[in-house]
Protein backbone atom coordinates (compact mmCIF):
# COMPACT_ATOMS: atom_id res chain seq x y z
CA UNK A 1 0.00 0.00 0.00
CA UNK A 2 1.23 3.34 -0.92
CA UNK A 3 0.15 7.13 -1.89
CA UNK A 4 2.15 8.73 -4.15
CA UNK A 5 0.08 11.73 -3.94
CA UNK A 6 -1.11 13.67 -1.16
CA UNK A 7 -2.86 17.11 -1.50
CA UNK A 8 -4.35 19.38 1.40
CA UNK A 9 -6.02 22.49 1.55
CA UNK A 10 -6.56 24.60 4.53
CA UNK A 11 -6.09 21.52 6.58
CA UNK A 12 -4.13 23.01 9.85
CA UNK A 13 -1.30 25.19 8.98
CA UNK A 14 -1.17 24.34 5.77
CA UNK A 15 -3.33 26.30 2.96
CA UNK A 16 -2.22 24.09 0.08
CA UNK A 17 0.35 21.40 -0.04
CA UNK A 18 1.03 18.80 -2.55
CA UNK A 19 3.31 15.81 -1.18
CA UNK A 20 5.17 13.49 -3.30
CA UNK A 21 6.38 10.50 -0.93
CA UNK A 22 8.62 8.04 -1.97
CA UNK A 23 8.43 4.37 -1.67
CA UNK A 24 9.91 3.38 2.01
CA UNK A 25 10.60 5.41 4.49
CA UNK A 26 9.37 9.40 4.24
CA UNK A 27 11.03 11.71 7.24
CA UNK A 28 9.65 15.15 8.48
CA UNK A 29 11.92 16.92 9.84
CA UNK A 30 11.86 20.36 11.55
CA UNK A 31 11.64 22.44 14.87
CA UNK A 32 8.60 21.78 17.07
CA UNK A 33 5.11 23.24 16.10
CA UNK A 34 6.12 23.59 12.67
CA UNK A 35 3.01 21.44 11.24
CA UNK A 36 4.82 17.68 11.14
CA UNK A 37 2.34 16.26 13.07
CA UNK A 38 -0.17 17.90 11.49
CA UNK A 39 1.03 16.46 8.20
CA UNK A 40 0.96 12.85 9.82
CA UNK A 41 -2.30 13.51 11.06
CA UNK A 42 -3.76 14.13 7.42
CA UNK A 43 -1.99 11.19 6.02
CA UNK A 44 -4.07 8.97 8.96
CA UNK A 45 -7.37 10.36 8.32
CA UNK A 46 -7.03 8.88 4.50
CA UNK A 47 -6.78 5.98 5.94
CA UNK A 48 -9.36 5.75 9.27
CA UNK A 49 -11.39 9.27 8.51
CA UNK A 50 -10.44 10.32 12.01
CA UNK A 51 -8.13 12.55 13.68
CA UNK A 52 -5.66 10.80 15.83
CA UNK A 53 -5.16 13.92 17.63
CA UNK A 54 -8.63 15.13 18.40
CA UNK A 55 -11.98 14.48 18.82
CA UNK A 56 -13.23 18.18 18.37
CA UNK A 57 -12.34 17.43 14.82
CA UNK A 58 -13.23 21.04 13.38
CA UNK A 59 -10.07 22.01 14.99
CA UNK A 60 -8.37 20.57 11.58
CA UNK A 61 -9.63 23.56 9.58
CA UNK A 62 -7.52 26.13 8.87
CA UNK A 63 -7.99 29.45 10.68
CA UNK A 64 -10.67 31.75 8.45
CA UNK A 65 -11.12 28.68 6.05
CA UNK A 66 -15.28 26.60 6.17
CA UNK A 67 -13.75 23.34 5.13
CA UNK A 68 -10.61 21.23 5.40
CA UNK A 69 -9.50 18.59 2.60
CA UNK A 70 -7.21 15.87 2.43
CA UNK A 71 -7.02 13.52 -0.69
CA UNK A 72 -4.72 11.62 -2.05
CA UNK A 73 -4.18 8.79 -4.51
CA UNK A 74 -4.30 5.32 -2.51
CA UNK A 75 -2.15 2.22 -5.31
CA UNK A 76 -2.82 -0.96 -3.92
CA UNK A 77 -2.65 -4.88 -5.21
CA UNK A 78 -5.98 -3.89 -5.96
CA UNK A 79 -5.45 -0.81 -8.18
CA UNK A 80 -5.53 2.74 -7.70
CA UNK A 81 -8.31 4.31 -5.86
CA UNK A 82 -8.45 8.69 -5.37
CA UNK A 83 -9.59 8.95 -1.79
CA UNK A 84 -10.70 12.09 0.04
CA UNK A 85 -11.39 13.26 3.47
CA UNK A 86 -13.00 16.36 4.17
CA UNK A 87 -13.83 18.30 7.26
CA UNK A 88 -16.64 20.84 7.37
CA UNK A 89 -17.23 23.15 10.22
CA UNK A 90 -21.49 23.16 11.05
CA UNK A 91 -23.42 25.07 13.57
CA UNK A 92 -22.85 22.69 16.22
CA UNK A 93 -20.15 20.03 15.07
CA UNK A 94 -18.03 19.75 12.25
CA UNK A 95 -19.55 17.78 9.43
CA UNK A 96 -17.50 14.90 8.31
CA UNK A 97 -17.74 13.57 3.98
CA UNK A 98 -15.74 10.64 2.77
CA UNK A 99 -15.05 10.58 -1.05
CA UNK A 100 -13.88 7.53 -3.39
CA UNK A 101 -12.58 8.49 -6.67
CA UNK A 102 -14.81 11.25 -6.39
CA UNK A 103 -18.17 9.93 -5.08
CA UNK A 104 -19.64 10.68 -1.62
CA UNK A 105 -19.61 7.46 0.62
CA UNK A 106 -20.75 6.13 3.89
CA UNK A 107 -17.84 6.13 6.43
CA UNK A 108 -17.88 2.75 6.34
CA UNK A 109 -17.52 2.50 2.72
CA UNK A 110 -14.29 4.48 3.18
CA UNK A 111 -12.78 3.37 6.33
CA UNK A 112 -9.61 0.82 5.16
CA UNK A 113 -9.29 1.93 1.89
CA UNK A 114 -6.08 2.82 2.52
CA UNK A 115 -4.59 0.52 5.74
CA UNK A 116 -2.74 2.62 8.17
CA UNK A 117 -0.26 1.86 11.28
CA UNK A 118 -0.35 4.73 13.44
CA UNK A 119 2.34 5.02 16.60
CA UNK A 120 2.12 8.18 18.75
CA UNK A 121 3.20 8.67 22.17
CA UNK A 122 0.57 8.20 24.02
CA UNK A 123 -0.16 4.77 22.96
CA UNK A 124 3.18 4.22 24.90
CA UNK A 125 0.92 5.01 28.33
CA UNK A 126 -1.66 2.18 27.27
CA UNK A 127 -0.56 -0.66 29.36
CA UNK A 128 -1.04 1.28 32.32
CA UNK A 129 -3.35 3.49 31.26
CA UNK A 130 -7.72 2.90 31.88
CA UNK A 131 -8.84 -0.63 29.75
CA UNK A 132 -10.87 1.89 27.41
CA UNK A 133 -7.51 2.81 25.41
CA UNK A 134 -6.83 -0.76 25.21
CA UNK A 135 -10.10 -1.49 23.63
CA UNK A 136 -9.99 1.82 21.59
CA UNK A 137 -7.03 0.06 20.02
CA UNK A 138 -8.73 -2.82 19.34
CA UNK A 139 -11.72 -1.40 17.97
CA UNK A 140 -9.30 0.74 15.61
CA UNK A 141 -7.58 -1.98 14.34
CA UNK A 142 -10.24 -4.38 13.90
CA UNK A 143 -12.58 -1.59 12.19
CA UNK A 144 -9.83 -1.43 10.40
CA UNK A 145 -9.11 -4.51 8.91
CA UNK A 146 -12.43 -6.18 8.91
CA UNK A 147 -15.98 -3.88 7.83
CA UNK A 148 -18.27 -6.21 9.34
CA UNK A 149 -16.67 -5.64 12.54
CA UNK A 150 -16.71 -1.71 12.28
CA UNK A 151 -20.95 -2.84 11.68
CA UNK A 152 -21.65 -5.04 14.96
CA UNK A 153 -19.46 -2.13 16.82
CA UNK A 154 -21.91 0.36 15.78
CA UNK A 155 -24.92 -1.78 16.56
CA UNK A 156 -23.71 -2.40 19.63
CA UNK A 157 -23.10 0.67 20.73
CA UNK A 158 -26.41 1.99 20.09
CA UNK A 159 -28.10 -0.60 21.52
CA UNK A 160 -25.87 0.11 24.75
CA UNK A 161 -27.06 3.73 24.99
CA UNK A 162 -30.69 2.85 24.62
CA UNK A 163 -30.40 0.43 27.36
CA UNK A 164 -28.88 2.95 29.61
CA UNK A 165 -31.13 5.63 28.72
CA UNK A 166 -33.86 3.36 29.94
CA UNK A 167 -32.17 2.46 32.95
CA UNK A 168 -31.69 5.47 33.81
CA UNK A 169 -35.64 7.08 33.50
CA UNK A 170 -36.22 3.62 35.03
CA UNK A 171 -38.72 3.10 32.63
CA UNK A 172 -39.41 -0.60 33.67
CA UNK A 173 -40.64 -2.18 30.07
CA UNK A 174 -39.79 -5.45 30.46
CA UNK A 175 -39.71 -6.68 26.76
CA UNK A 176 -38.15 -3.33 25.46
CA UNK A 177 -35.23 -3.83 27.69
CA UNK A 178 -35.17 -7.49 26.08
CA UNK A 179 -35.32 -6.34 22.58
CA UNK A 180 -32.00 -4.01 23.25
CA UNK A 181 -30.76 -7.15 25.00
CA UNK A 182 -31.26 -9.53 22.27
CA UNK A 183 -29.02 -7.09 19.96
CA UNK A 184 -26.73 -6.94 22.50
CA UNK A 185 -26.22 -10.42 23.01
CA UNK A 186 -26.04 -10.80 19.06
CA UNK A 187 -23.65 -7.43 18.16
CA UNK A 188 -21.49 -8.23 21.60
CA UNK A 189 -21.02 -12.08 20.47
CA UNK A 190 -19.93 -10.79 16.97
CA UNK A 191 -17.33 -8.81 18.53
CA UNK A 192 -16.41 -11.44 20.97
CA UNK A 193 -15.22 -13.71 18.58
CA UNK A 194 -13.72 -11.00 16.23
CA UNK A 195 -11.66 -9.90 19.67
CA UNK A 196 -10.62 -12.98 20.44
CA UNK A 197 -9.53 -14.44 17.15
CA UNK A 198 -7.50 -10.89 16.87
CA UNK A 199 -5.81 -10.63 20.33
CA UNK A 200 -4.65 -14.65 19.39
CA UNK A 201 -3.15 -13.63 16.51
CA UNK A 202 -1.56 -10.16 17.70
CA UNK A 203 -0.33 -12.19 20.66
CA UNK A 204 1.34 -14.70 18.47
CA UNK A 205 3.79 -11.79 16.31
CA UNK A 206 4.29 -9.94 19.33
CA UNK A 207 5.82 -13.14 21.64
CA UNK A 208 7.72 -13.30 18.40
CA UNK A 209 9.09 -10.18 18.63
CA UNK A 210 9.77 -9.24 22.00
CA UNK A 211 11.14 -13.11 22.23
CA UNK A 212 14.11 -11.64 19.67
CA UNK A 213 14.33 -8.15 21.89
CA UNK A 214 14.50 -9.73 25.31
CA UNK A 215 16.83 -12.60 23.43
CA UNK A 216 14.65 -15.23 24.88
CA UNK A 217 15.01 -13.98 28.41
CA UNK A 218 11.61 -12.86 29.23
CA UNK A 219 8.00 -14.30 27.61
CA UNK A 220 5.19 -12.09 26.78
CA UNK A 221 1.73 -12.92 27.13
CA UNK A 222 -1.07 -11.15 25.46
CA UNK A 223 -4.42 -12.30 26.83
CA UNK A 224 -8.15 -11.06 25.87
CA UNK A 225 -9.83 -10.90 28.99
CA UNK A 226 -14.01 -10.39 28.62
CA UNK A 227 -16.41 -9.17 30.34
CA UNK A 228 -18.55 -12.27 29.65
CA UNK A 229 -16.28 -15.18 29.66
CA UNK A 230 -17.27 -18.16 27.45
CA UNK A 231 -17.03 -21.85 27.82
CA UNK A 232 -15.61 -21.95 24.72
CA UNK A 233 -14.83 -19.56 21.77
CA UNK A 234 -17.74 -20.28 19.75
CA UNK A 235 -20.66 -18.38 18.90
CA UNK A 236 -23.18 -20.68 20.78
CA UNK A 237 -21.37 -20.40 24.00
CA UNK A 238 -20.50 -16.69 23.89
CA UNK A 239 -24.05 -16.30 23.64
CA UNK A 240 -24.92 -18.51 26.33
CA UNK A 241 -22.48 -17.28 28.42
CA UNK A 242 -24.01 -13.52 27.44
CA UNK A 243 -27.63 -14.85 28.35
CA UNK A 244 -26.89 -15.81 31.34
CA UNK A 245 -24.61 -12.92 32.45
CA UNK A 246 -27.36 -10.89 31.93
CA UNK A 247 -29.94 -12.73 33.85
CA UNK A 248 -27.60 -12.60 36.52
CA UNK A 249 -26.42 -9.42 36.38
CA UNK A 250 -30.35 -7.55 36.44
CA UNK A 251 -30.59 -6.78 39.90
CA UNK A 252 -27.57 -4.68 39.51
CA UNK A 253 -27.74 -2.96 36.40
CA UNK A 254 -31.21 -1.83 37.55
CA UNK A 255 -29.39 -0.36 41.01
CA UNK A 256 -26.25 0.99 39.54
CA UNK A 257 -28.54 2.65 36.21
CA UNK A 258 -25.85 1.04 34.12
CA UNK A 259 -25.22 -1.22 31.51
CA UNK A 260 -22.55 -3.27 33.56
CA UNK A 261 -22.29 -6.51 31.27
CA UNK A 262 -20.71 -6.55 27.97
CA UNK A 263 -17.96 -6.16 25.40
CA UNK A 264 -18.07 -2.82 26.43
CA UNK A 265 -16.25 -3.85 29.32
CA UNK A 266 -13.32 -6.11 27.97
CA UNK A 267 -10.07 -5.96 28.59
CA UNK A 268 -6.60 -6.82 26.52
CA UNK A 269 -4.18 -7.95 29.53
CA UNK A 270 -0.59 -8.06 29.04
CA UNK A 271 1.94 -10.49 31.46
CA UNK A 272 5.14 -10.72 31.91
CA UNK A 273 6.93 -14.17 33.01
CA UNK A 274 2.74 -14.79 34.22
CA UNK A 275 3.04 -11.55 36.10
CA UNK A 276 0.37 -8.67 34.90
CA UNK A 277 2.78 -5.67 33.44
CA UNK A 278 -0.04 -3.11 34.19
CA UNK A 279 0.25 -4.11 38.00
CA UNK A 280 4.07 -5.09 38.22
CA UNK A 281 5.61 -4.16 34.68
CA UNK A 282 8.69 -1.17 35.17
CA UNK A 283 7.72 1.78 32.59
CA UNK A 284 10.44 0.62 30.54
CA UNK A 285 9.06 -3.24 30.16
CA UNK A 286 5.92 -1.42 29.63
CA UNK A 287 7.05 0.63 26.32
CA UNK A 288 8.90 -2.17 24.94
CA UNK A 289 5.64 -4.43 24.97
CA UNK A 290 3.78 -1.69 23.63
CA UNK A 291 6.11 -1.83 20.66
CA UNK A 292 5.79 -5.44 20.39
CA UNK A 293 2.32 -4.97 20.09
CA UNK A 294 2.32 -2.32 17.48
CA UNK A 295 5.34 -4.34 15.79
CA UNK A 296 2.50 -7.26 16.00
CA UNK A 297 -0.57 -4.79 14.87
CA UNK A 298 1.29 -3.92 11.81
CA UNK A 299 1.94 -7.96 10.62
CA UNK A 300 -1.66 -8.66 11.51
CA UNK A 301 -2.89 -6.36 8.94
CA UNK A 302 -0.43 -7.47 6.44
CA UNK A 303 -1.41 -10.79 6.54
CA UNK A 304 -5.20 -9.85 6.42
CA UNK A 305 -5.14 -7.39 3.94
CA UNK A 306 -2.04 -9.41 2.25
CA UNK A 307 0.06 -6.09 2.11
CA UNK A 308 2.02 -3.73 3.87
CA UNK A 309 -0.10 -1.18 5.46
CA UNK A 310 1.22 2.24 5.75
CA UNK A 311 3.49 2.71 8.96
CA UNK A 312 3.25 6.05 10.89
CA UNK A 313 5.13 7.03 13.65
CA UNK A 314 4.38 10.08 15.14
CA UNK A 315 7.73 11.69 17.27
CA UNK A 316 7.29 7.71 19.06
CA UNK A 317 10.86 6.93 18.00
CA UNK A 318 12.76 9.94 20.00
CA UNK A 319 10.80 9.13 23.01
CA UNK A 320 12.32 5.63 22.85
CA UNK A 321 15.64 4.91 23.71
CA UNK A 322 18.45 4.17 21.08
CA UNK A 323 18.32 0.09 21.49
CA UNK A 324 14.37 0.21 21.38
CA UNK A 325 14.16 2.46 18.33
CA UNK A 326 16.67 0.21 16.37
CA UNK A 327 14.45 -2.84 18.34
CA UNK A 328 11.19 -1.38 16.70
CA UNK A 329 12.47 -0.88 13.10
CA UNK A 330 14.08 -3.95 13.17
CA UNK A 331 10.58 -5.55 13.78
CA UNK A 332 8.17 -4.26 11.57
CA UNK A 333 11.28 -4.89 8.89
CA UNK A 334 10.81 -3.69 5.24
CA UNK A 335 8.43 -1.02 5.08
CA UNK A 336 6.20 -0.33 1.85
CA UNK A 337 5.79 2.94 2.42
CA UNK A 338 5.82 4.35 5.82
CA UNK A 339 5.98 8.40 7.80
CA UNK A 340 8.13 9.22 10.49
CA UNK A 341 8.71 12.96 11.92
CA UNK A 342 11.58 13.83 13.62
CA UNK A 343 13.25 17.08 15.11
CA UNK A 344 16.84 15.69 13.46
CA UNK A 345 17.86 13.25 11.50
CA UNK A 346 18.52 10.30 12.90
CA UNK A 347 21.19 7.44 11.26
CA UNK A 348 19.05 5.22 12.85
CA UNK A 349 16.00 5.83 10.12
CA UNK A 350 16.90 4.34 6.26
CA UNK A 351 14.96 7.83 5.00
CA UNK A 352 13.87 7.08 1.32
CA UNK A 353 12.97 10.76 1.31
CA UNK A 354 13.32 13.83 3.46
CA UNK A 355 11.19 16.50 3.67
CA UNK A 356 12.43 19.72 5.85
CA UNK A 357 9.37 21.80 7.07
CA UNK A 358 9.60 25.17 8.59
CA UNK A 359 6.34 27.36 9.75
CA UNK A 360 3.92 25.08 7.53
CA UNK A 361 6.75 25.05 4.53
CA UNK A 362 7.97 21.62 2.84
CA UNK A 363 11.03 21.48 0.96
CA UNK A 364 12.70 18.08 -0.57
CA UNK A 365 15.76 17.52 0.92
CA UNK A 366 18.64 16.60 -1.34
CA UNK B 1 -30.73 34.99 16.29
CA UNK B 2 -33.17 38.68 16.43
CA UNK B 3 -34.01 40.46 12.96
CA UNK B 4 -32.42 43.80 12.62
CA UNK B 5 -34.55 46.69 13.49
CA UNK B 6 -34.32 48.43 10.32
CA UNK B 7 -36.78 45.98 8.96
CA UNK B 8 -40.52 46.56 8.43
CA UNK B 9 -42.33 44.63 11.70
CA UNK B 10 -44.41 42.44 9.24
CA UNK B 11 -41.62 41.37 7.41
CA UNK B 12 -39.39 40.77 10.56
CA UNK B 13 -42.44 38.60 12.27
CA UNK B 14 -42.43 36.46 8.56
CA UNK B 15 -38.96 35.81 8.66
CA UNK B 16 -39.02 34.56 12.47
CA UNK B 17 -42.03 32.49 11.46
CA UNK B 18 -40.26 30.93 8.53
CA UNK B 19 -37.10 29.81 10.76
CA UNK B 20 -39.08 28.49 13.31
CA UNK B 21 -39.87 25.53 10.86
CA UNK B 22 -37.33 22.10 10.15
CA UNK B 23 -34.16 22.89 7.82
CA UNK B 24 -34.85 26.50 7.60
CA UNK B 25 -32.33 29.01 9.04
CA UNK B 26 -32.59 32.57 8.88
CA UNK B 27 -31.30 33.21 5.40
CA UNK B 28 -33.51 30.68 3.87
CA UNK B 29 -35.92 32.40 5.70
CA UNK B 30 -35.47 35.98 4.77
CA UNK B 31 -35.05 34.59 1.10
CA UNK B 32 -38.75 32.67 0.96
CA UNK B 33 -40.27 36.41 2.59
CA UNK B 34 -38.18 38.42 -0.11
CA UNK B 35 -39.37 35.75 -2.85
CA UNK B 36 -43.56 35.95 -1.18
CA UNK B 37 -43.13 40.05 -1.22
CA UNK B 38 -42.35 40.08 -5.25
CA UNK B 39 -45.59 37.60 -5.88
CA UNK B 40 -48.75 38.54 -6.66
CA UNK B 41 -51.58 38.80 -3.66
CA UNK B 42 -53.52 35.24 -4.67
CA UNK B 43 -50.35 33.29 -4.88
CA UNK B 44 -49.23 34.41 -0.99
CA UNK B 45 -53.22 33.84 -0.43
CA UNK B 46 -53.29 30.15 -2.02
CA UNK B 47 -50.68 30.03 0.42
CA UNK B 48 -52.00 30.92 3.35
CA UNK B 49 -55.45 29.20 3.13
CA UNK B 50 -53.31 25.90 2.08
CA UNK B 51 -51.26 25.64 5.25
CA UNK B 52 -54.21 26.37 7.07
CA UNK B 53 -56.46 23.97 5.68
CA UNK B 54 -53.82 21.18 6.47
CA UNK B 55 -54.31 22.39 10.36
CA UNK B 56 -57.92 22.86 10.25
CA UNK B 57 -59.51 19.68 7.94
CA UNK B 58 -56.37 17.31 8.44
CA UNK B 59 -56.61 14.85 11.40
CA UNK B 60 -55.48 11.27 12.17
CA UNK B 61 -57.40 8.28 11.19
CA UNK B 62 -59.07 6.82 14.28
CA UNK B 63 -58.33 3.57 12.76
CA UNK B 64 -55.27 3.99 11.17
CA UNK B 65 -53.93 7.03 12.61
CA UNK B 66 -53.15 8.57 8.86
CA UNK B 67 -53.58 12.01 7.60
CA UNK B 68 -57.18 12.11 6.54
CA UNK B 69 -60.09 15.03 6.01
CA UNK B 70 -62.46 12.16 6.79
CA UNK B 71 -62.59 9.09 9.55
CA UNK B 72 -62.11 6.74 8.96
CA UNK B 73 -59.81 7.52 5.72
CA UNK B 74 -59.86 6.47 2.28
CA UNK B 75 -57.52 3.68 2.73
CA UNK B 76 -59.85 2.41 5.90
CA UNK B 77 -62.93 2.44 4.28
CA UNK B 78 -62.15 1.31 0.61
CA UNK B 79 -63.81 -2.42 0.56
CA UNK B 80 -61.81 -3.30 -1.83
CA UNK B 81 -58.58 -3.48 0.14
CA UNK B 82 -57.51 -6.50 1.62
CA UNK B 83 -58.09 -6.31 5.34
CA UNK B 84 -56.48 -9.66 6.52
CA UNK B 85 -52.97 -7.53 5.81
CA UNK B 86 -51.56 -4.67 8.22
CA UNK B 87 -48.72 -2.93 7.05
CA UNK B 88 -47.14 -1.00 9.94
CA UNK B 89 -44.95 2.17 9.14
CA UNK B 90 -43.48 4.29 11.41
CA UNK B 91 -44.69 8.16 9.84
CA UNK B 92 -47.88 8.36 7.41
CA UNK B 93 -45.56 9.69 4.59
CA UNK B 94 -44.18 5.88 4.34
CA UNK B 95 -48.09 5.07 3.45
CA UNK B 96 -47.11 7.16 0.29
CA UNK B 97 -44.08 5.52 -0.44
CA UNK B 98 -45.28 2.08 -0.04
CA UNK B 99 -48.46 2.95 -2.67
CA UNK B 100 -46.38 4.70 -4.95
CA UNK B 101 -45.40 0.93 -5.67
CA UNK B 102 -49.16 -0.20 -6.03
CA UNK B 103 -47.82 -4.18 -5.14
CA UNK B 104 -49.52 -3.77 -1.56
CA UNK B 105 -52.92 -3.79 -1.09
CA UNK B 106 -54.02 -4.91 2.44
CA UNK B 107 -54.39 -2.02 5.37
CA UNK B 108 -51.70 0.28 6.93
CA UNK B 109 -51.04 1.35 10.79
CA UNK B 110 -48.96 4.74 11.92
CA UNK B 111 -47.44 4.52 14.84
CA UNK B 112 -46.14 7.73 14.86
CA UNK B 113 -42.45 7.34 15.12
CA UNK B 114 -39.64 4.99 16.51
CA UNK B 115 -39.21 3.88 19.85
CA UNK B 116 -35.67 5.41 21.36
CA UNK B 117 -35.38 6.09 24.99
CA UNK B 118 -32.33 8.00 24.63
CA UNK B 119 -34.40 10.85 22.93
CA UNK B 120 -37.66 9.80 25.51
CA UNK B 121 -39.46 8.14 23.42
CA UNK B 122 -40.71 4.83 24.76
CA UNK B 123 -43.75 2.71 23.23
CA UNK B 124 -46.09 4.98 25.24
CA UNK B 125 -45.43 7.78 23.10
CA UNK B 126 -46.33 5.64 20.10
CA UNK B 127 -49.84 4.19 18.77
CA UNK B 128 -48.63 0.53 19.80
CA UNK B 129 -51.39 -0.31 22.59
CA UNK B 130 -53.60 0.78 19.87
CA UNK B 131 -51.93 -1.31 17.49
CA UNK B 132 -52.58 -4.47 19.60
CA UNK B 133 -55.98 -3.88 20.25
CA UNK B 134 -57.04 -3.59 16.59
CA UNK B 135 -55.25 -6.44 15.86
CA UNK B 136 -57.43 -8.40 18.48
CA UNK B 137 -60.00 -6.97 17.72
CA UNK B 138 -59.37 -7.75 13.81
CA UNK B 139 -57.56 -11.03 13.96
CA UNK B 140 -56.07 -10.41 10.48
CA UNK B 141 -54.29 -12.67 8.93
CA UNK B 142 -50.53 -11.09 8.57
CA UNK B 143 -48.76 -8.32 9.81
CA UNK B 144 -46.40 -6.58 8.24
CA UNK B 145 -43.38 -4.57 10.29
CA UNK B 146 -42.13 -1.83 7.61
CA UNK B 147 -39.91 0.05 9.95
CA UNK B 148 -36.56 1.29 8.39
CA UNK B 149 -33.55 -0.53 8.55
CA UNK B 150 -31.70 1.23 11.10
CA UNK B 151 -31.09 0.26 15.06
CA UNK B 152 -34.38 2.33 15.90
CA UNK B 153 -36.57 0.98 13.04
CA UNK B 154 -35.20 -2.69 14.05
CA UNK B 155 -35.39 -2.43 17.65
CA UNK B 156 -39.26 -1.15 17.04
CA UNK B 157 -40.03 -3.91 14.92
CA UNK B 158 -38.46 -6.32 17.45
CA UNK B 159 -40.60 -5.23 19.62
CA UNK B 160 -43.81 -4.67 18.08
CA UNK B 161 -42.91 -8.22 16.85
CA UNK B 162 -42.97 -9.48 20.41
CA UNK B 163 -46.34 -7.91 21.35
CA UNK B 164 -47.87 -8.95 18.24
CA UNK B 165 -46.12 -12.85 18.32
CA UNK B 166 -48.63 -14.44 21.23
CA UNK B 167 -51.34 -13.28 18.93
CA UNK B 168 -51.05 -15.88 16.85
CA UNK B 169 -50.91 -14.19 13.17
CA UNK B 170 -48.13 -14.01 10.99
CA UNK B 171 -45.64 -11.44 11.61
CA UNK B 172 -42.93 -10.57 8.78
CA UNK B 173 -40.26 -7.95 7.72
CA UNK B 174 -39.05 -6.45 5.14
CA UNK B 175 -36.61 -8.01 3.14
CA UNK B 176 -33.31 -6.66 3.06
CA UNK B 177 -32.01 -6.47 0.01
CA UNK B 178 -29.68 -5.00 -2.92
CA UNK B 179 -30.57 -1.96 -5.02
CA UNK B 180 -31.82 -2.82 -8.02
CA UNK B 181 -29.89 -1.52 -11.09
CA UNK B 182 -26.43 -1.53 -8.62
CA UNK B 183 -23.45 -4.14 -9.04
CA UNK B 184 -23.07 -6.62 -6.70
CA UNK B 185 -19.24 -6.06 -6.96
CA UNK B 186 -20.23 -2.75 -5.27
CA UNK B 187 -22.60 -3.42 -2.55
CA UNK B 188 -21.30 -2.79 0.57
CA UNK B 189 -20.21 -5.93 3.02
CA UNK B 190 -23.25 -5.52 5.46
CA UNK B 191 -25.99 -5.11 2.41
CA UNK B 192 -24.35 -8.02 0.66
CA UNK B 193 -24.32 -10.61 3.56
CA UNK B 194 -28.39 -9.34 4.53
CA UNK B 195 -29.29 -9.98 1.32
CA UNK B 196 -27.30 -13.47 1.59
CA UNK B 197 -29.46 -14.13 4.38
CA UNK B 198 -32.88 -12.97 2.45
CA UNK B 199 -32.40 -15.17 -0.65
CA UNK B 200 -35.61 -17.01 -2.21
CA UNK B 201 -35.96 -19.91 -3.45
CA UNK B 202 -36.25 -19.32 -7.72
ZN1 LIG C 1 -57.29 4.89 8.29
Redesign the interface.
Given at each position: MRLPHIELTNFRNYRELELEPAAGLNVFLGANAQGKSNLLEAIAMLGTGKSFRTSRESEVIREGASRAVVTGEAHSRMGIVRLGCMVESGPRSAHKRYLVNGKDV?Y??FLGRAAVVTFVPADLQMIGGAPSLRRAFLNAALSQEQ??YY?ELV?YQ??L??????LR?E?A?R??L???E??LIEAGTALWLARDEAVQALALHAEQAHRRWSAGTEHLELRYHPNVPAQAPTHDAVVEAFTTHLRAHRDAERVRRTALVGPHRDDLRFLLGGTSLAAYGSQGQQRTAVLALKVAEYHVMRKRTGEAPILLLDDVLSELDAARAAAFLEGIGDVDQGFVTATELDSRFPAARKFEIDAGRLRVQA | MPVPRAIAEPVAALINEFSKLPTIGPKTAARLVFYLLNRPRHEAQALAEAILAVKDKVHLCTTCYSLTEHDPCDLCSDERRDASMICVVAEAKDIYAIERTGAYKGRYHVLGGL????D?I??AQLRVKELVERVGADAPAEIILATNPN?EG??TA??VG??LQPLGMAVTRLAYGLPIGGDIDYA???TL?RALEGRRVL
Amino acid sequence: MRLPHIELTNFRNYRELELEPAAGLNVFLGANAQGKSNLLEAIAMLGTGKSFRTSRESEVIREGASRAVVTGEAHSRMGIVRLGCMVESGPRSAHKRYLVNGKDVRYARFLGRAAVVTFVPADLQMIGGAPSLRRAFLNAALSQEQPPYYHELVRYQRALTQKNAMLRSETADRELLEVYEQTLIEAGTALWLARDEAVQALALHAEQAHRRWSAGTEHLELRYHPNVPAQAPTHDAVVEAFTTHLRAHRDAERVRRTALVGPHRDDLRFLLGGTSLAAYGSQGQQRTAVLALKVAEYHVMRKRTGEAPILLLDDVLSELDAARAAAFLEGIGDVDQGFVTATELDSRFPAARKFEIDAGRLRVQA
Amino acid sequence: MPVPRAIAEPVAALINEFSKLPTIGPKTAARLVFYLLNRPRHEAQALAEAILAVKDKVHLCTTCYSLTEHDPCDLCSDERRDASMICVVAEAKDIYAIERTGAYKGRYHVLGGLISPMDGIGPAQLRVKELVERVGADAPAEIILATNPNAEGEATALYVGRLLQPLGMAVTRLAYGLPIGGDIDYADEVTLARALEGRRVL
